[in-house]
Each structure stands twice: as structure tokens, then as C-alpha cells.
């Protein structure tokens, strides 16, 4: 009797979630990395059940952090709710046994942080939101001003949109540049913005403006990366 052939194994892609994640930084790489061939999401949080964005949408996680044993791929998003992580034991262990066990890891916006605190940046090049792009290097990373930045088994991208450059970026990596350009067309990304988002390309006007808006914000935020490397120093000496 003639065998049927294997079957393709599943390609695991988890996607870690909080209270706070922005939605399109979950979202936009989820829409291009879900049409891999074989591709299943795992969307993984602490605890299963709902998870309110920064938006107020729920997203529900499908997996906690005890259920995931075997991925090909691990997501992190970024958003307000990074800034908790940063102190977070479980998030952190959960993401430093991610780093040594999934083939590729990857962050779109400030989710770069928490792969700074676990220490998963440490001696590379990577990126973030251009507003916390310079606390990187207090994780041992050397900062780039680019949408992605890939080297080695770490992929970091910059805010929020930079995402889907991201995941575009993975694809290609892993299927190869006919199937991300198949992705791509799939989904018409092909963007062309009344305006650019970049701070290069802004009027000073508004990159003040911006900067203004989120100055207590960062200076929160660059207090919490100044324990959460300290932590990552002690942990690695």
C-alpha cells in the first residue's frame, strides 16, 4: 500500500502580549507572518484570556508562558505596557529561555527594551522607536536609525509600522523573497503617506512638538531602563 507523504511540519510564530501592547504592533507583522506556508500564531501572555491594548481593543491570549515549549519564531510588540516588563521576573525569564531556544527572535518598537533587559541585546546592532532609540545602548546594544535591523538570530525594528517591514523582512528570510513579495501583494503593502512619519523628514516644528508630548514619558521610561540594566549587569556578571 502506497504511503501518503509527510506532512509539512506546523511553523510555530508566538506572539508575546501584555496589558498596554499596541495593536498594530501586534497586528501589522501578525497579518504578513500568519500567510506563511504552514504558519500558526500563538498569541502568549502571562495568564490566558483578554488583554486590553493601549487602544482599549482586546486581544485575547490563546497560550500562557508554561504552555509554550517549541517555536520557530517569538514576537515582541511594544507599547506603554513595555515599561512593566522591563521589572518583571516572569517576562524576563520567559523571554531570556525564548533567546536561547527559538531559532529567531524579533521586536517591532520599544519592545526592543524587554530584549535589552534580558539580555538578548548585548554586543549587537538594533533599533527601536526613534524616541528610545539612544536607551539601547544601556542594554550593551549599539543603536542604528533604521526601520529594521537584523543580525544574527535578532531582528528589531523601529515604531510601530516599521512592524510590517519586519515581518516582510522574516518572510523573505525564512520563505525566501518570492513569498514575502507574494505576502506583500497579498495584503497591498505598497505605502505611499501624504506625510512621513520619520524624524528626519519631520518639520522641527513637529519633532518638537512630538518631543514635548512625550518628554515625561521618556523620562519615566529611561529611569526604568537605568534599574532594568543595572539587573541585567548584575545578572550576566
Same mark, same amino acid.
Given at each position: 500500500?502506497?504511503?501518503?507523504?509527510?506532512? $509539512?511540519?506546523?511553523? @510555530? #510564530?508566538?506572539?508575546?502580549?501584555?496589558?498596554?501592547?499596541? &495593536?498594530?504592533d501586534?497586528?501589522?507583522?501578525l @497579518?504578513?507572518?500568519?500567510?506563511?506556508?504552514g504558519?500558526?500564531v500563538?498569541l502568549?501572555?502571562?495568564?490566558?484570556g483578554p488583554?486590553?491594548?493601549?487602544?482599549?481593543s482586546? &486581544?485575547?491570549?490563546?497560550?500562557?508562558?508554561?504552555?509554550v515549549?517549541?517555536?520557530?519564531v517569538? #514576537?515582541?510588540p511594544?507599547?506603554?505596557?513595555?515599561?512593566?516588563?522591563?521589572?518583571?521576573?516572569?517576562?524576563?525569564?520567559?523571554?531570556?529561555?525564548?533567546?536561547?531556544? #527559538?531559532? &529567531?527572535?524579533?521586536s517591532?518598537?520599544?519592545g526592543?527594551?524587554?530584549?535589552?533587559?534580558?539580555?538578548?541585546?548585548?554586543?549587537?546592532?538594533?533599533?527601536?522607536?526613534?524616541?528610545?532609540?539612544?536607551l539601547?545602548?544601556?542594554f550593551?546594544?549599539e543603536?542604528? $536609525?533604521t526601520?529594521?535591523v537584523?543580525?544574527?538570530?535578532?531582528?528589531?525594528s523601529?515604531g510601530v509600522?516599521?512592524?510590517?517591514?519586519?515581518?516582510?523582512?522574516? $518572510?523573505?528570510?525564512?520563505?525566501g523573497?518570492d513569498?514575502?513579495?507574494?505576502?506583500? &501583494?497579498?495584503? @497591498?503593502?505598497?505605502p505611499?503617506?501624504?506625510v512621513?512619519?520619520?524624524?528626519?523628514?519631520?518639520?522641527?516644528?513637529?519633532?518638537t512638538?512630538v518631543?514635548?508630548?512625550?518628554?515625561?514619558?521618556?523620562?519615566?521610561?529611561?529611569?526604568?531602563v537605568?534599574?532594568?540594566?543595572?539587573r541585567?549587569?548584575?545578572?550576566?556578571?
Amino acid at each position: 500500500m502506497e504511503q501518503a507523504p509527510p506532512r $509539512a511540519r506546523t511553523f @510555530e #510564530v508566538g506572539f508575546l502580549l501584555y496589558h498596554d501592547v499596541t &495593536l498594530l504592533d501586534v497586528a501589522g507583522p501578525l @497579518e504578513v507572518l500568519a500567510r506563511l506556508p504552514g504558519a500558526r500564531v500563538r498569541l502568549i501572555a502571562k495568564n490566558n484570556g483578554p488583554v486590553s491594548s493601549d487602544t482599549g481593543s482586546t &486581544l485575547i491570549a490563546d497560550a500562557c508562558f508554561a504552555d509554550v515549549h517549541l517555536l520557530d519564531v517569538l #514576537v515582541v510588540p511594544g507599547g506603554p505596557g513595555i515599561d512593566a516588563l522591563l521589572e518583571d521576573d516572569v517576562s524576563l525569564d520567559f523571554v531570556r529561555r525564548s533567546y536561547d531556544t #527559538v531559532p &529567531l527572535i524579533a521586536s517591532v518598537c520599544t519592545g526592543a527594551l524587554l530584549l535589552g533587559a534580558a539580555g538578548c541585546l548585548r554586543g549587537r546592532r538594533a533599533t527601536t522607536h526613534w524616541r528610545y532609540l539612544d536607551l539601547l545602548s544601556a542594554f550593551g546594544a549599539e543603536p542604528v $536609525a533604521t526601520r529594521v535591523v537584523a543580525d544574527g538570530k535578532v531582528i528589531t525594528s523601529a515604531g510601530v509600522s516599521a512592524g510590517i517591514d519586519m515581518a516582510l523582512s522574516l $518572510a523573505a528570510r525564512i520563505g525566501g523573497e518570492d513569498e514575502a513579495a507574494r505576502i506583500a &501583494l497579498t495584503i @497591498e503593502y505598497d505605502p505611499a503617506p501624504p506625510v512621513r512619519g520619520s524624524a528626519d523628514a519631520s518639520a522641527p516644528a513637529t519633532l518638537t512638538r512630538v518631543r514635548a508630548d512625550t518628554a515625561a514619558r521618556y523620562d519615566a521610561r529611561a529611569a526604568i531602563v537605568a534599574r532594568a540594566a543595572a539587573r541585567s549587569r548584575a545578572a550576566a556578571s
